[in-house]
């Protein structure tokens, strides 16, 4: 059916469902309104003063003015594109709302940066200039092609939010665009990008442009992948994902954001060309990295030496990388995989990861960030200079800026584009994948206006209220998700008669009238999970979850303990809500002190029982770290000798 086309970052030819956009998702209250709120009013300002103060925009002044630009060059060498995902953020959170002042803000980046684009379109600081290394001489580390991609994402997201806007950024990135093909076409340099990134944004761009050069240009670089085009590293060509075709590998492996970015791009050259064994391997590849490979918390990244996945079952928690950008890369590859095949399980991993790791990245002000997410912390960490980039992993806390900040920016233009991934439709009606108050609305191709409105305390109430907000002749569908977690107690309630949902999806359709209301109730009571046992790092522990949010025991809600570690669940007592905390019950025990830790007597080696059981409050696994340094862990470890031996 012919659509109009909505503002959001996905926006495929074909597929099973169809993406709404910025403009037809309104978030008006709860969890995430409030972080689009501080993303917009402290997160935006925030980076660009960081962008300003480090150097990284006054990079395209040196490279316009002919300056000494390789003397006074400042930052890492894929710095441009953080100022292009400062800029898309603020293209989203433009079209989010109309705001004069961003507007400006944008305008005034947005010049300097065409300022320095040389005249054949190339655009970038780090390299090609004198005293430079020459264009294009360092593809595994110099996120040249890396650069072009964020710039072409910026670009495209203000023409689907002010389409038509005078401020030349989509024509800078067209002509960056071009050169890019020029250089690396069928009969140019046969070369990939360390970094994968810019396949989903050439096939975004050449969906935004209507120009198939640059579709054709991404199924390229997808076919050149894996062939080892890229000369070997000390972490082996798995960290770029060139030891293998993207065709035939079985899972996400390396480098995790670069993992995740690369299959997003290989779904979207397979849905614009129609390439089902490209779509399949990429599903196969998600599947087994979701169901082996990923955190409870959807991080994923177990190595820190190479921020990459480990092998199957490889999850230990307190080495979990969790790279937030990783967490980004999983939700840009589930969106395309839901929109592609309409399974639920996408969405699922979606609100897991959202919840988990994206919403964890910022402190409450939006000032701060992690950018690894670890699931376990020892020691009490240290403040970081607040007056210093921090080393990337170094940060105990949450850092202001890093010496690499591609967190912060990735974080912000996700937040400001989130509305895009609430909701969906289809020839039938609407879906409701992520539960936020709010309103959808759809326009379909023959002018009928599908829009309902939603109202929920989500994810701390489980009631989720439907409510049609027009009168329509014609029957459409409502489709809700009932995520994987709600094994029990979902039900749903249509015209007072209420029945039992079990996980994926349930739809009505109906002819509907204005008023008339559907009533999703999920059962976010808290409970204990229990790992695979296949995961050597967490046998014998639980984590506790509270519908979608995971919960953490953080030392500052046990003053009278040295550390989380000494505590022990007590799992015969489920967890429960306490004045609106989850409490457990635990015991305190006290490690035995050895001249050798290793001993033939498991009673000898317990620990001792120190204290009488008592319940323990928990934290929000996202909202840790929020009330000063302090030590904290995820999985806990049991105090019931079964699941000691699980």
Known sequence: MARTAPAAPVLPARGRLWPLGVGDVRITGGFWARRQEVNADATLAHIEHWL????????????ASGGDLAGRRRGRE???????KYLEALAWEIGRRDDDGLEARFRAVVARVAAAQEPDGYLNTRFGRPGQQPRWSDLEWGHEVYCVGHLLHAAVARARTRPGADDGLVEVARRAADNLCDTFGADGLDGVCGHPGIETALVEFARVTGDDRYLVQAALFVDRRGHGRLRDVEFGREYFQDETPVREATSLRGHAVRANYLAAGAVDV??????????????GQWANAVTRRTYVTGGQGSRHQD??????????????YSETCAGVGSVMLAWRLLLADGDPRYADLIERTLFNVVSTSPAEDGRSFFYANTLHRREVGTRPDADRPSLRAAASLRAPWFEVSCCPTN?????ASLSAYVATADDEGLQLHQYVPGTVEHRRADGRRLRVSVET?????GE??????????HPWALTLRVPGWAERGATLTVDGRTRAVAPGSVTERRTWRRGDEVVLRLPVEPRFTHPDPRIDAVRGCVAVERGPVVHALESVDVPGVGSVDELRVDTSTPPKLVDGRVTVRCVRVRPRDHDWPYLPDPARAAPEVDDEPADVPLVAYHAWANRGPSTMRVWLPTADPKEETA
């Open 411 to 415: 974080v912000a233009r996700t937040l």
């Open 270 to 283: 397979a849905v614009e060309l129609k390439d089902v064994v490209l779509l399949d391997a990429v599903r």
């Open 52 to 63: 300003e103060r480090e150097g990284w925009i006054r990079n395209f002044d040196l490279a």
């Open 307 to 320: 921020e990459a996945f480990g092998g199957d079952w490889v999850l230990p928690p307190d080495r979990a």
């Open 464 to 473: 989720i209220r439907v409510v049609v907000d027009g009168d329509d002749d």
């Open 457 to 461: 305390g989500y994810p701390h109430d």
């Open 78 to 84: 894929f710095s441009d594109s953080e100022v292009y």
